[in-house]
């Protein structure tokens, strides 16, 4: 069970829209629509951003949205904000009922 | 708003048994799985497993050998137990509730705990 792979860094300035992926196989991303996405600010625990693909928990603005095609999913970030900057994280239900998460992005807002 | 808090021993030396366990501060258990997932210094996030209320319990298979889960609804408790650590298991361990439904998220987190590995 490999982690997603997701690229290191992202940025983008005020405003912007920034893109990050997460690539997986047919057996978990691929195989299943349940991709979340988690931000995790610097000494914070993780707050659930996107789930099912492209759902939004209550309270999460939607310049955040989620999509997939294959077995890569991505998060876009509409609009952004200082407060956006932080690492983020995919998550993918998997085969034998477990889970994998991505190998995490962090997000700089220039 | 449900709140969870994580607690546990801080320290534990190389090749003993690391316990944890995480309170719930309200609201029924019964309907929900809960996780355990941990972040080594400086690293990503790595879920460690699941449990219900119902007895059912998956784990992550590269420490399925090692880990138990259990949850006590009386106590508003899950607990976490992994043997024969190491210092790979140096971590901030943190537990979570899914989300309501089939939708496999991690919906609330608690703030963590750190479990250091050293003699």
Known sequence: QSALTQPPSASGSPGQSVTISCTGTSSDVGGYNYVSWYQQHPDKAPKLMIYEVTQRPSGVPDRFSGSKSGNTASLTVSGLQAEDEATYYCSSYASSNSYVFGTGTKVTVL | ?119
């Open chain 2, 1 to 119: 708003q449900v709140q969870l808090q994580e607690s546990g021993p801080g320290l534990v030396k190389p090749s003993e048994t690391l316990s944890l366990t995480c309170s719930v501060s309200s609201g029924s258990m019964n309907s929900y799985y809960w996780s355990w997932i941990r972040q080594p210094p400086g690293q990503g996030l790595e879920w460690i497993g699941y449990t219900h209320y119902s007895g059912s319990a998956e784990y992550n298979p590269s420490l399925k050998s090692r880990v138990t889960m259990s949850l006590d609804t009386w106590k508003k408790e899950i607990s976490l137990t992994l043997s024969s650590v190491t210092a790979a298991d140096t971590a901030l361990y943190y537990c979570a509730r899914h989300k309501a439904g089939a939708s496999n998220a991690f919906e609330i987190w608690g703030p963590g705990t750190v479990v250091t590995v050293s003699s």
